[in-house]
Protein backbone atom coordinates (compact mmCIF):
# COMPACT_ATOMS: atom_id res chain seq x y z
CA UNK A 1 0.00 0.00 0.00
CA UNK A 2 2.71 2.31 -1.20
CA UNK A 3 1.39 6.91 -1.12
CA UNK A 4 2.00 8.36 -3.64
CA UNK A 5 2.87 12.56 -19.89
CA UNK A 6 2.97 10.61 -22.38
CA UNK A 7 4.65 7.65 -21.23
CA UNK A 8 4.28 8.32 -17.70
CA UNK A 9 1.94 11.28 -17.98
CA UNK A 10 -1.00 8.66 -19.27
CA UNK A 11 0.30 5.67 -17.35
CA UNK A 12 -0.17 7.87 -13.85
CA UNK A 13 -3.06 9.11 -15.56
CA UNK A 14 -4.66 5.72 -15.72
CA UNK A 15 -3.70 4.31 -12.59
CA UNK A 16 -4.73 7.32 -10.37
CA UNK A 17 -8.22 6.88 -12.17
CA UNK A 18 -8.20 3.20 -11.51
CA UNK A 19 -7.03 3.41 -7.61
CA UNK A 20 -9.84 6.06 -7.08
CA UNK A 21 -12.12 3.68 -8.88
CA UNK A 22 -10.91 0.93 -6.36
CA UNK A 23 -11.66 2.53 -3.63
CA UNK A 24 -15.20 3.65 -4.43
CA UNK A 25 -16.90 -0.06 -5.03
CA UNK A 26 -17.47 -2.51 -7.37
CA UNK A 27 -19.74 -1.28 -9.73
CA UNK A 28 -17.84 2.12 -9.87
CA UNK A 29 -14.91 -0.33 -11.85
CA UNK A 30 -17.11 -1.45 -14.86
CA UNK A 31 -18.45 1.93 -15.27
CA UNK A 32 -15.30 4.10 -14.70
CA UNK A 33 -12.99 1.25 -17.00
CA UNK A 34 -15.28 1.93 -19.94
CA UNK A 35 -14.86 5.97 -19.62
CA UNK A 36 -11.30 5.12 -18.62
CA UNK A 37 -9.81 6.89 -22.11
CA UNK A 38 -12.78 9.91 -22.00
CA UNK A 39 -10.90 10.28 -17.67
CA UNK A 40 -7.61 9.84 -18.61
CA UNK A 41 -7.81 12.45 -21.40
CA UNK A 42 -9.44 15.08 -19.32
CA UNK A 43 -6.86 14.55 -17.01
CA UNK A 44 -4.31 14.41 -18.88
CA UNK A 45 -5.54 17.64 -20.78
CA UNK A 46 -5.91 19.63 -17.36
CA UNK A 47 -2.58 19.03 -16.81
CA UNK A 48 -0.87 19.54 -20.43
CA UNK A 49 -3.72 21.70 -22.29
CA UNK A 50 -3.57 19.78 -25.78
CA UNK A 51 -4.19 22.12 -28.72
CA UNK A 52 -6.97 20.99 -31.23
CA UNK A 53 -4.52 19.77 -33.46
CA UNK A 54 -2.87 17.73 -30.74
CA UNK A 55 -6.23 16.38 -29.50
CA UNK A 56 -6.92 13.56 -31.93
CA UNK A 57 -3.95 11.79 -31.48
CA UNK A 58 -3.81 11.95 -27.78
CA UNK A 59 -7.38 10.69 -27.67
CA UNK A 60 -6.24 7.80 -30.49
CA UNK A 61 -3.25 7.17 -28.16
CA UNK A 62 -5.60 6.47 -25.21
CA UNK A 63 -8.04 4.72 -27.15
CA UNK A 64 -4.96 2.27 -28.44
CA UNK A 65 -3.80 1.60 -24.97
CA UNK A 66 -7.26 1.24 -23.68
CA UNK A 67 -7.92 -1.55 -26.07
CA UNK A 68 -4.50 -2.99 -25.94
CA UNK A 69 -5.17 -3.43 -21.75
CA UNK A 70 -8.41 -4.73 -22.14
CA UNK A 71 -7.84 -7.57 -24.09
CA UNK A 72 -4.27 -8.42 -22.95
CA UNK A 73 -3.59 -7.32 -18.99
CA UNK A 74 -7.20 -7.80 -17.83
CA UNK A 75 -7.19 -11.58 -17.89
CA UNK A 76 -3.79 -11.45 -16.02
CA UNK A 77 -5.44 -9.27 -13.04
CA UNK A 78 -7.87 -11.74 -12.98
CA UNK A 79 -5.20 -14.36 -12.22
CA UNK A 80 -3.97 -12.26 -9.82
CA UNK A 81 -7.29 -11.47 -8.08
CA UNK A 82 -7.80 -14.79 -7.89
CA UNK A 83 -4.01 -15.81 -6.08
CA UNK A 84 -5.18 -13.01 -3.30
CA UNK A 85 -8.30 -14.43 -2.45
CA UNK A 86 -6.82 -18.10 -1.74
CA UNK A 87 -3.77 -15.92 0.28
CA UNK A 88 -6.51 -13.59 1.72
CA UNK A 89 -8.51 -16.85 3.30
CA UNK A 90 -6.01 -17.75 5.81
CA UNK A 91 -2.94 -16.38 7.12
CA UNK A 92 -0.27 -14.90 5.25
CA UNK A 93 3.47 -14.61 5.48
CA UNK A 94 5.63 -11.36 4.23
CA UNK A 95 7.26 -13.21 1.41
CA UNK A 96 4.16 -14.42 0.04
CA UNK A 97 2.64 -10.51 0.04
CA UNK A 98 6.08 -9.56 -1.33
CA UNK A 99 5.40 -12.16 -4.36
CA UNK A 100 2.30 -10.69 -5.26
CA UNK A 101 3.21 -7.28 -4.84
CA UNK A 102 6.11 -8.08 -7.73
CA UNK A 103 4.18 -9.41 -10.01
CA UNK A 104 1.99 -6.02 -9.77
CA UNK A 105 4.90 -4.25 -10.66
CA UNK A 106 5.45 -6.92 -13.27
CA UNK A 107 2.07 -5.91 -14.92
CA UNK A 108 2.72 -1.91 -14.12
CA UNK A 109 5.84 -2.38 -16.59
CA UNK A 110 4.19 -4.11 -19.04
CA UNK A 111 1.58 -1.30 -19.37
CA UNK A 112 4.30 0.98 -19.22
CA UNK A 113 5.94 -0.83 -22.26
CA UNK A 114 2.61 0.06 -24.16
CA UNK A 115 2.03 3.39 -22.84
CA UNK A 116 5.55 4.92 -23.75
CA UNK A 117 4.96 3.07 -27.24
CA UNK A 118 1.32 5.19 -27.51
CA UNK A 119 2.43 8.36 -25.58
CA UNK A 120 6.19 8.95 -27.62
CA UNK A 121 4.25 10.89 -30.76
CA UNK A 122 2.09 13.29 -28.78
CA UNK A 123 5.29 13.86 -26.28
CA UNK A 124 7.22 14.88 -29.36
CA UNK A 125 4.51 17.06 -30.25
CA UNK A 126 4.47 19.17 -26.85
CA UNK A 127 5.63 22.60 -27.05
CA UNK A 128 7.08 25.21 -24.37
CA UNK A 129 4.04 26.76 -23.51
CA UNK A 130 2.51 23.53 -22.54
CA UNK A 131 5.61 22.13 -20.36
CA UNK A 132 5.26 25.76 -18.96
CA UNK A 133 1.56 25.10 -18.47
CA UNK A 134 2.29 21.63 -16.75
CA UNK A 135 5.13 22.97 -14.23
CA UNK A 136 2.49 25.86 -12.96
CA UNK A 137 0.30 23.15 -12.55
CA UNK A 138 2.48 20.95 -10.33
CA UNK A 139 3.26 23.74 -8.74
CA UNK A 140 -0.51 24.21 -7.38
CA UNK A 141 -1.20 20.20 -6.98
CA UNK A 142 2.11 20.42 -4.96
CA UNK A 143 0.75 23.47 -2.56
CA UNK A 144 -2.05 21.06 -1.69
CA UNK A 145 0.02 17.96 -1.10
CA UNK A 146 1.72 19.82 1.45
CA UNK A 147 -1.21 21.46 3.22
CA UNK A 148 -2.73 17.50 3.07
CA UNK A 149 0.67 15.75 4.13
CA UNK A 150 3.30 18.79 6.02
CA UNK A 151 0.79 21.38 7.88
CA UNK A 152 0.51 20.10 11.91
CA UNK A 153 2.47 19.03 14.39
CA UNK A 154 4.01 15.22 14.15
CA UNK A 155 1.02 13.94 15.71
CA UNK A 156 -1.59 15.76 13.89
CA UNK A 157 0.27 14.44 10.39
CA UNK A 158 0.10 10.83 12.00
CA UNK A 159 -3.47 11.05 12.26
CA UNK A 160 -4.29 12.52 8.67
CA UNK A 161 -2.11 9.36 7.54
CA UNK A 162 -4.08 6.96 9.91
CA UNK A 163 -7.12 8.05 8.94
CA UNK A 164 -6.71 7.54 5.13
CA UNK A 165 -4.67 4.09 5.48
CA UNK A 166 -7.91 3.04 7.85
CA UNK A 167 -10.44 3.80 4.86
CA UNK A 168 -8.35 1.48 2.61
CA UNK A 169 -8.14 -1.35 5.08
CA UNK A 170 -11.77 -0.46 6.36
CA UNK A 171 -13.00 -0.92 2.04
CA UNK A 172 -11.44 -4.49 2.77
CA UNK A 173 -12.18 -5.85 6.30
CA UNK A 174 -15.00 -4.14 7.19
CA UNK A 175 -14.65 -2.26 10.76
CA UNK A 176 -11.18 -2.69 12.45
CA UNK A 177 -11.13 -3.38 16.20
CA UNK A 178 -9.06 -0.88 18.64
CA UNK A 179 -6.04 -3.34 18.65
CA UNK A 180 -6.06 -3.18 14.72
CA UNK A 181 -6.54 0.50 14.57
CA UNK A 182 -3.62 0.95 17.08
CA UNK A 183 -1.34 -1.59 15.49
CA UNK A 184 -2.17 0.49 12.20
CA UNK A 185 -1.39 3.49 13.71
CA UNK A 186 2.62 1.60 15.35
CA UNK A 187 3.40 0.82 11.86
CA UNK A 188 2.41 4.23 10.22
CA UNK A 189 4.71 5.89 13.24
CA UNK A 190 7.23 2.92 12.48
CA UNK A 191 6.98 3.82 9.07
CA UNK A 192 10.55 5.11 7.40
CA UNK A 193 8.10 7.55 5.02
CA UNK A 194 8.11 11.18 5.94
CA UNK A 195 5.96 13.77 4.65
CA UNK A 196 9.68 15.81 3.98
CA UNK A 197 10.77 12.66 2.19
CA UNK A 198 7.92 12.08 -0.19
CA UNK A 199 7.60 16.13 -0.91
CA UNK A 200 11.22 15.43 -1.85
CA UNK A 201 10.66 12.00 -4.02
CA UNK A 202 7.63 13.76 -5.71
CA UNK A 203 9.45 16.70 -6.61
CA UNK A 204 12.20 14.40 -7.38
CA UNK A 205 9.98 12.72 -10.18
CA UNK A 206 8.34 16.01 -11.37
CA UNK A 207 11.58 17.20 -12.68
CA UNK A 208 12.88 14.14 -14.38
CA UNK A 209 9.78 13.63 -16.15
CA UNK A 210 9.63 17.48 -17.12
CA UNK A 211 13.39 17.78 -17.82
CA UNK A 212 12.82 14.35 -20.30
CA UNK A 213 9.78 15.86 -22.00
CA UNK A 214 11.84 19.48 -22.81
CA UNK A 215 14.82 17.27 -24.55
CA UNK A 216 12.33 15.47 -26.66
CA UNK A 217 11.05 18.30 -27.49
CA UNK A 218 13.86 20.23 -28.42
CA UNK A 219 16.31 17.68 -29.98
CA UNK A 220 13.75 16.35 -32.60
CA UNK A 221 14.33 12.97 -31.75
CA UNK A 222 12.70 9.54 -33.42
CA UNK A 223 9.75 7.61 -32.07
CA UNK A 224 12.47 5.21 -30.86
CA UNK A 225 14.38 7.06 -29.38
CA UNK A 226 11.17 9.29 -27.35
CA UNK A 227 10.50 5.76 -26.38
CA UNK A 228 13.50 5.21 -25.31
CA UNK A 229 13.57 8.37 -22.80
CA UNK A 230 10.35 8.02 -21.58
CA UNK A 231 11.22 4.08 -20.50
CA UNK A 232 13.87 5.67 -18.53
CA UNK A 233 11.97 7.90 -16.59
CA UNK A 234 9.90 5.18 -15.56
CA UNK A 235 12.52 3.69 -14.33
CA UNK A 236 14.01 5.90 -11.97
CA UNK A 237 10.68 6.51 -10.81
CA UNK A 238 10.89 3.20 -9.47
CA UNK A 239 14.90 2.91 -8.48
CA UNK A 240 15.91 6.15 -7.95
CA UNK A 241 19.40 6.53 -9.20
CA UNK A 242 20.75 8.48 -6.01
CA UNK A 243 21.02 4.86 -3.57
CA UNK A 244 19.55 7.04 -0.27
CA UNK A 245 16.52 7.19 -1.94
CA UNK A 246 16.93 3.83 -3.95
CA UNK A 247 16.98 2.72 -0.43
CA UNK A 248 13.96 4.15 1.44
CA UNK A 249 11.83 3.16 -1.68
CA UNK A 250 13.12 -0.34 -1.01
CA UNK A 251 12.04 -0.59 2.93
CA UNK A 252 9.30 1.19 2.08
CA UNK A 253 7.96 -1.75 -0.46
CA UNK A 254 9.36 -4.39 2.43
CA UNK A 255 7.47 -2.61 5.53
CA UNK A 256 4.23 -2.59 3.54
CA UNK A 257 4.47 -6.19 3.02
CA UNK A 258 5.19 -6.94 6.48
CA UNK A 259 2.45 -4.29 7.65
CA UNK A 260 -0.44 -6.19 5.17
CA UNK A 261 0.65 -9.46 6.86
CA UNK A 262 0.83 -8.47 10.50
CA UNK A 263 -2.44 -6.99 10.19
CA UNK A 264 -4.52 -9.72 8.06
CA UNK A 265 -3.08 -12.38 10.43
CA UNK A 266 -5.25 -10.60 13.38
CA UNK A 267 -7.97 -10.15 11.25
CA UNK A 268 -10.87 -12.52 12.47
CA UNK A 269 -12.69 -15.08 10.35
CA UNK A 270 -15.72 -13.08 9.12
CA UNK A 271 -12.79 -10.16 8.55
CA UNK A 272 -11.24 -12.34 6.10
CA UNK A 273 -14.04 -13.49 4.49
CA UNK A 274 -15.14 -10.06 3.96
CA UNK A 275 -12.23 -9.85 2.40
CA UNK A 276 -12.36 -12.59 0.11
CA UNK A 277 -16.29 -11.67 -1.08
CA UNK A 278 -14.52 -7.86 -1.92
CA UNK A 279 -11.72 -9.88 -3.91
CA UNK A 280 -14.06 -11.87 -5.98
CA UNK A 281 -16.38 -8.95 -6.51
CA UNK A 282 -13.54 -7.38 -8.44
CA UNK A 283 -12.64 -10.68 -10.11
CA UNK A 284 -15.91 -10.61 -11.44
CA UNK A 285 -15.93 -7.23 -12.64
CA UNK A 286 -12.68 -7.86 -14.72
CA UNK A 287 -14.00 -11.03 -16.06
CA UNK A 288 -17.05 -8.97 -17.00
CA UNK A 289 -15.08 -6.25 -18.82
CA UNK A 290 -12.62 -8.94 -20.28
CA UNK A 291 -16.27 -10.55 -22.19
CA UNK A 292 -18.29 -7.09 -22.82
CA UNK A 293 -18.37 -6.67 -26.10
CA UNK A 294 -16.06 -3.34 -27.20
Same mark, same amino acid.
Request: aromatic share 8%; proline share 5%; hydrophobic share 35%.
Given at each position: ?? +????? =???????????? %?????????????????????????????????? &????????????? =?????????????????????????????????????????????????????????????????? +??????????????????????????????????????????? %???????????????????????? =????????????????????????????? &????????????????????? =??????????????????????? &??????????????????????
Amino acid at each position: MA +HPHRG =QHMTRAWLTVLA %LLLLQGCSAIKLGYQQLPTLSYWWLDSTVSFSSA &QTPSAKQALENLY =QWHRSEELPAYAELLQRAQVLSAGPIQTEQVCRVWADVQTRLDTVMREAVVQAAPVAMALGPRQLS +HMARRWESQNEDWEKEWLLGSASERLERRLDKTLERYRSFYGE %LTPAQVTLVKTQLAQSPWTAEWGR =QDRQRRQQDLLSTLQGISQKKLSPTEAEA &QLWGVWQRWMKPPEAGQRAVM =QSLSQRACENLAQLHNTATPEQR &QQATRRLRAYEKDVKDLVKAKP
